[in-house]
């Protein structure tokens, strides 16, 4: 019998407070769950909820009050380049080029063999930019500036690609094309990513699973496996029957999350207004 695979993640257990003056405030409780190996893992809550806490605590820039969190069967005792992050707000050096930004991870480390700069070389050809590679990130547009900083994480070769709201900004039309893009681009490479968001439509597009989380202190409330075909094409899920089933069944959920926010102050009205924006649609 084969032993079963070790998940590229495993999140056991794990809490996380923070000392506010003479309190105590719990932003993560008792969280539990697993990213398999070379899976688009997709985590979705209230605003506010504790899901970049999450990100920080599985990039290793913090660390659980309790619980453990591992990557490929080891405990993260801090950051590594087995996990790369991709945050909401732009990270490019200002003062370098297109081409010296995605080689800053191989040469810090002082790894820029041949294979690493032909590795850069394919990921800014392959990302659309190698006509930008001399340009500066003021002379880039927000979307080229989101595909630099992919494949400046991509060429370090990381196990995991961890993306905290990383399309968050970008106009409509944008937004769409680059969720495109990364989902094709993702699948080529077969890489595990946890992506995290607000949005359902993104989650839903991007996800082989979705994990649902609750109001803070966050955790898992629901594990739901998106089974819809590749290639996928946001233009056709309108339309999609199991798409706007999944939707339906996550709004719902978030919509009864983001309720119990309100008692709390923490504003979560995002959600109830995509819910009933969403509900209204769909009822005419």
Same mark, same amino acid.
């Given at each position: 019998?084969? =032993?079963?695979?070790?998940?590229?993640?495993?999140?056991?257990?794990?809490?996380?407070?923070?000392?506010?003056?003479?309190?105590?405030?719990?932003?993560?409780?008792?969280?539990?769950?697993?990213?398999?190996?070379?899976?688009?893992?997709?985590?979705?809550?209230?605003?506010?909820?504790?899901?970049?806490?999450?990100?920080?605590?599985?990039?290793?820039?913090?660390?659980?009050?309790?619980?453990?969190?591992?990557?490929?069967?080891?405990?993260?005792?801090?950051?590594?380049?087995?996990?790369?992050? +991709?945050? $909401?707000?732009?990270?490019?050096?200002?003062?370098?080029?297109?081409?010296?930004?995605?080689?800053?991870?191989?040469?810090?480390?002082?790894?820029?063999?041949?294979?690493?700069?032909?590795? =850069?070389?394919?990921?800014?050809?392959? +990302?659309?930019?190698? $006509?930008?590679?001399?340009?500066?990130?003021?002379?880039?547009?927000?979307?080229?500036?989101?595909?630099?900083?992919?494949?400046?994480?991509?060429?370090?070769?990381?196990?995991?690609?961890?993306?905290?709201?990383?399309?968050?900004?970008?106009?409509?039309?944008?937004?769409?094309?680059?969720?495109?893009?990364?989902?094709?681009?993702?699948?080529?490479?077969?890489?595990?990513?946890?992506?995290?968001?607000?949005?359902?439509?993104?989650?839903?597009?991007?996800?082989?699973?979705?994990?649902?989380?609750?109001?803070?202190?966050?955790?898992?409330?629901?594990?739901?496996?998106?089974?819809?075909?590749?290639?996928?094409?946001? =233009?056709?899920?309108?339309?999609?029957?199991?798409?706007?089933?999944?939707?339906?069944?996550?709004?719902?959920?978030?919509?009864?999350?983001?309720?119990?926010?309100?008692?709390?102050?923490?504003?979560?009205?995002?959600?109830?207004?995509?819910?009933?924006?969403?509900?209204?649609?769909?009822?005419?």
């Amino acid at each position: 019998m084969t =032993a079963p695979a070790t998940p590229a993640i495993e999140v056991r257990a794990v809490g996380k407070t923070y000392a506010v003056g003479r309190r105590r405030r719990e932003v993560v409780l008792d969280c539990s769950f697993d990213v398999a190996d070379g899976s688009f893992t997709v985590l979705i809550g209230p605003s506010g909820a504790g899901k970049s806490t999450l990100v920080r605590l599985i990039a290793g820039f913090e660390k659980p009050t309790e619980g453990e969190i591992r990557v490929g069967g080891r405990p993260i005792t801090g950051p590594g380049p087995d996990r790369q992050v +991709v945050f $909401q707000e732009t990270a490019l050096f200002p003062w370098m080029t297109t081409a010296e930004n995605v080689a800053y991870g191989p040469k810090a480390r002082r790894a820029y063999t041949v294979d690493a700069r032909q590795l =850069a070389a394919r990921l800014i050809e392959r +990302v659309g930019l190698d $006509q930008f590679r001399s340009k500066y990130p003021s002379q880039l547009s927000g979307g080229m500036q989101r595909r630099a900083e992919l494949a400046r994480a991509m060429v370090n070769h990381p196990r995991v690609m961890i993306l905290d709201e990383p399309f968050r900004g970008l106009d409509a039309m944008t937004k769409k094309l680059m969720l495109e893009y990364y989902a094709e681009l993702s699948r080529e490479s077969k890489r595990t990513n946890l992506f995290v968001t607000t949005d359902v439509d993104e989650a839903i597009f991007l996800a082989d699973r979705l994990l649902v989380m609750t109001h803070i202190p966050t955790r898992v409330r629901e594990a739901i496996d998106v089974d819809l075909p590749y290639p996928r094409r946001l =233009a056709a899920f309108a339309s999609d029957d199991r798409a706007n089933e999944l939707k339906r069944r996550v709004l719902s959920i978030l919509h009864e999350e983001a309720a119990r926010g309100f008692g709390a102050g923490n504003g979560a009205a995002d959600f109830v207004a995509a819910y009933r924006s969403r509900m209204a649609e769909e009822s005419t």
